[in-house]
């Protein structure tokens, strides 16, 4: 009994071990303005346009993964760069078909060749990471949540909330935005909308919580 509670006590030990060890900031990207690459190797940011695809070529991109529209000048540029693009819009509900979509890049290409984008390289983007994360690399999906999300009292507390609505870890760890443009000392993380936050918008708390259903049907 004495070594089961001992082993229990250790398991315990080592999961909060892990939940206090995610403290590596993303990282910018050169050529790419507010464009963080994350531990896991994904890089992340916004919309983009030809004078942007040389920095992409430089940094190892081969695969970028849209969530908004391009300009056909920008779709040459990468079609010339021999960089590949993937595009299923996404508004304010992640589905089944962005997941097919992250099957099939991720069959094809590794986490640091992949760039990812929507219009700010925010919500969208943010909450395509958490589940990367949370399918690939063994975060826990409130963990992914919490590394994108704004860190400000408003997004932090809407997200506590909403995470305990689905029985999920609802404290905010040490980690909170690590994963957002806010680690590069910007502004611009995943927003949590009505009725969670104080943000009149509710297809944000619609975004993340599609998210964590996809997540769950998924693992």
């Known amino acids: 009994m004495n070594n089961l509670l ?4 250790g398991l315990v030990g080592i999961g909060l071990l892990m939940r206090g060890s995610r403290k590596h900031l993303a990282e910018p990207v050169p050529g790419l303005p507010r464009a963080r690459k994350i531990r ?6 916004e ?6 695809v040389p920095a992409l070529s430089s940094q190892g991109i081969r ?11 920008t779709l040459d540029a990468l079609d010339d760069a021999g960089i590949a693009r993937f595009y299923e819009p996404m508004s304010s509900t992640f589905e089944p078909r962005h997941v097919e979509m992250l099957k ?3 069959r094809r290409y590794r986490p640091w060749e992949i760039y990812i ?5 925010v ?3 943010g909450v395509t990471a958490a589940y990367l994360l949370a399918t690939r690399h063994g975060w826990p999906i409130d963990d992914a949540l919490w590394s994108v999300v704004a860190d400000t009292s408003t997004d932090v507390s809407g997200l506590s909330a909403l995470l305990a609505d689905r029985g999920l870890q609802s404290e905010p760890p040490a980690f909170v935005s690590i994963n957002s443009r806010m680690a590069l000392g910007e502004t611009g993380g995943m927003k949590v909308g009505a009725p969670y936050g104080a943000r009149e918008n509710p ?10 259903d996809e997540y769950e049907r998924t693992r």
């Open 117 to 121: 984008h929507c219009t700010h390289g």
């Open 203 to 212: 297809g944000y708390s619609r975004l993340i919580n599609t998210t964590i």
């Open 63 to 73: 695969a970028v993964v849209s969530l908004v529209s391009l300009e056909e000048d």
């Open 6 to 9: 001992a082993a229990l006590v």
């Open 47 to 52: 919309k983009i346009f030809p004078e942007h």
């Open 123 to 125: 919500d969208r983007s």
């Open 104 to 106: 099939e890049v991720l």
């Open 40 to 45: 896991e190797g994904y890089t992340l940011g």
